[in-house]
């Protein structure tokens, strides 16, 4: 059974960086995108980043775009998301999610870090 | 680039059938044969329920079925039961080849 377990939440000010890691398992991890998914509190779901097997291919959203950097390593089966310049509007969790098939069927979901961005 | 179109609530009594909608534009749900429904109940992550507009992954129960037709897709949920109760969202891929999702849908069975 794939198992998706994301780290590296937590509390942060205005401006600064953040690493978001997940851990896989269960599954051959090097065979499939990976995406992040995020949900503000109380917010709808919101598509944020794209990595490919073997990391030639990303796509950000606008809205994290020159901020926030995913990147992977096939050999620990381990997915990371880079944040930088926080805003307010980052808060949320964060969901480490695998991509059964491309481009849209999310098939299993981590269980999320929460991300705050305050002062 | 806005959410897809979702009403905010449905609800249904069980056993009723309970339509759901989704509503893009040319460039995302009506230009793909890329649309998937996600349930979500309060604290967890989502679930993968439809894919590619009308597929269900297995051990999703066959109570859940999907179409589109021109710039709308719908989730259809028979037989309805209480453990339906929960959050519903749809994503399509976009020309800007991205996915995106609708605003979510609370589904309240009476």
């Known amino acids: 059974q794939a198992q998706l377990v994301e780290s590296g939440g937590g509390l942060v000010r205005p401006g600064g960086s953040l690493r978001l890691s997940c851990a896989a398992s269960?599954?051959?991890?090097?065979?499939?995108?990976m995406t992040w998914i995020r949900q503000a509190p109380g917010k709808g779901l919101e598509w944020l980043s794209y990595i490919s097997h073997g990391s030639s291919y990303t796509k950000y959203a606008d809205s994290v775009k020159d901020r926030f950097t995913i990147s992977r390593d096939n050999a620990k089966n381990s997915l990371y998301l880079q944040m930088d310049s926080l805003r307010a509007g980052d808060t949320a969790v964060y969901y480490c999610?695998?991509?059964?098939?491309?481009?849209?069927?999310?098939?299993?979901w981590g269980q999320g870090t929460l991300v705050t961005v305050s002062s | 680039q806005s959410a897809l179109t979702q009403p905010a609530s449905v609800s249904g009594s069980p056993g009723e059938t309970i339509t759901i909608s989704c509503t893009g534009t040319s460039s995302d749900v009506g230009g793909y044969q890329y649309v998937s429904w996600y349930q979500q109940h309060p604290g967890k992550a989502p679930k993968l329920m439809i894919y590619d507009v009308t597929n269900r992954p297995s051990g999703v129960s066959n109570r859940f079925s999907g179409s589109k037709s021109d710039n709308t897709a719908s989730l259809t949920i028979s037989g309805l039961q209480a453990e339906d109760e929960a959050d519903y969202y749809c994503n399509s891929y976009t020309s800007s080849s991205t996915p995106l999702f609708g605003g979510g849908t609370k589904l309240t069975v009476l």
């Open positions: 999610v695998k991509v059964g098939q491309w481009p849209n069927t999310f098939d299993f």
């Open positions: 269960g599954f051959t991890f090097s065979d499939y995108y």
